[in-house]
């Protein structure tokens, strides 16, 4: 079985403050990470993915994420928060082997303040 | 490129009631996922089709059921509605079933009164 936990409901950030939301994965084999966001009233958005390769994986937005496989963590993470960047985030893992099943956090809803 | 759309985008059913809704992805692609989102379980994986057959189910009731055409259109059924059925149902494509990325729909907001 995999697993997601996104252990922060609500993270709040000022405007120009590095941001960080955590997620710790669990999976049977290689994982595949992903980052989606969703804003209000709308469907989720891709941000970035981990699939091989480096472990420092940039995405859309300004937005980078570093896989570590020894804290099975995935966080994501922005060097200057944005108000715009207020959103909910989800975290989601799939097995290498388990095409097309994604499974996701609860997520977490981050707001940036002006 | 067209993004995945979804209709309708809002739906008020009453308990008892069936309901279809269906998801259009972006064209050249052959995978169709459904997700179920709700405030209390988060976003749930229902099933996903890829050249009309479904090829995973997540853990649904049989009154949750779907089908992709060969245009790759899909649609998701719910029989006997529930008032927990209440939820945003998400579509998302991708453009086999071993694709990385999914792309998400807006979703349909269905309401079960």
């Known amino acids: 079985a995999q697993s997601v936990a996104q252990p922060e409901d609500q993270v709040n950030v000022a405007e120009g403050n590095p941001l960080t939301v955590k997620c710790t994965y669990s999976v049977s084999g290689n994982p595949y990470l992903f980052w989606y966001v969703q804003y209000p009233n709308r469907g989720l958005q891709f941000l970035l993915k981990?699939?091989?390769?480096?472990?420092l994986v940039k995405g859309s937005y300004g937005f980078e994420a570093e896989f570590n496989k020894s804290q099975t963590s995935f966080h994501l993470k922005k060097p200057s928060a944005l108000v715009s960047d207020s959103a909910l985030y989800f975290c989601?893992?799939?097995?290498?082997?388990?095409?097309?099943?994604?499974?996701f956090g609860d997520g977490t809803t981050l707001t940036v303040k002006p | 490129k067209a993004g995945v759309t979804q209709t309708p985008r809002y739906l008020i059913k009453t308990r008892g009631q069936q309901v279809t809704l269906s998801c259009s992805p972006i064209?050249?692609?052959?995978?169709v996922s459904w997700y179920q989102q709700t405030p209390g379980q988060g976003l749930q994986f229902l099933f996903e089709?890829?050249?009309?057959?479904?090829?995973n189910k997540g853990n649904f009731p049989g009154r949750f059921s779907g089908r992709q055409f060969s245009n790759s259109r899909s649609e998701m059924n719910v029989s006997t509605l529930e008032l927990g059925d209440s939820a945003l149902y998400l579509c998302?494509?991708?453009?086999?079933?071993?694709?990385?990325?999914?792309?998400f729909g807006p979703g349909t907001r269905l309401t079960v009164t």
């Open positions: 981990y699939i091989t390769g480096d472990n």
């Open positions: 998302a494509s991708s453009t086999t079933i071993t694709s990385y990325e999914q792309y």
């Open positions: 989601a893992v799939r097995a290498n082997t388990n095409a097309g099943k994604s499974t």
């Open positions: 064209s050249g692609h052959r995978s």
């Open positions: 089709y890829f050249s009309e057959t479904q090829r």
